[in-house]
């Protein structure tokens, strides 16, 4: 059975960084693409981040574009979103995702992915 759980949430103020992880279990992660969503009190969820098996093609949204970094270590069976200048509207439930193949046409659709943790909180102060 897969699992994955996140980790690394937590309350920082505006500007402030978080390092989240995302790990599984019962599958190796590396063959996978994998992604990163958030949702916020009364929002959808929305696509923030995705990364190929390799880790060698990254995608992100526009609202998080050269503050957030995605990677992944497949040694550790492990996948990050370093956040960088966070802002109150960062505030949200991040999940992490794993698709079932290696690379995905639409990476910032939640069709696309097979497997999700149970998110992680996330809560910027200004």
């Known amino acids: 059975q897969v699992q994955l759980v996140e980790s690394g949430g937590g309350l920082v103020q505006a500007g402030g960084s978080l390092r989240l992880s995302c790990a599984a279990s019962?599958?190796?992660?590396?063959?996978?693409?994998t992604g990163w969503f958030r949702q916020a009190p009364g929002k959808e969820r929305e696509f923030v981040a995705a990364v190929s098996w390799s880790g060698i093609s990254t995608y992100y949204a526009d609202n998080v574009k050269g503050r957030f970094t995605i990677s992944r270590d497949n040694a550790k069976n492990a996948v990050y979103l370093q956040m960088d200048s966070l802002k109150p509207e960062d505030t949200a439930v991040y999940y992490c995702?794993?698709?079932?193949?290696?690379?995905?046409?639409?990476?910032?659709?939640?069709?696309?992915?097979?497997?999700w943790g149970q998110g992680t909180q996330v809560t910027v102060s200004s």
């Open positions: 995702a794993s698709a079932e193949t290696q690379a995905v046409t639409n990476p910032a659709e939640e069709y696309e992915y097979d497997y």
């Open positions: 019962g599958r190796t992660f590396s063959r996978y693409a």
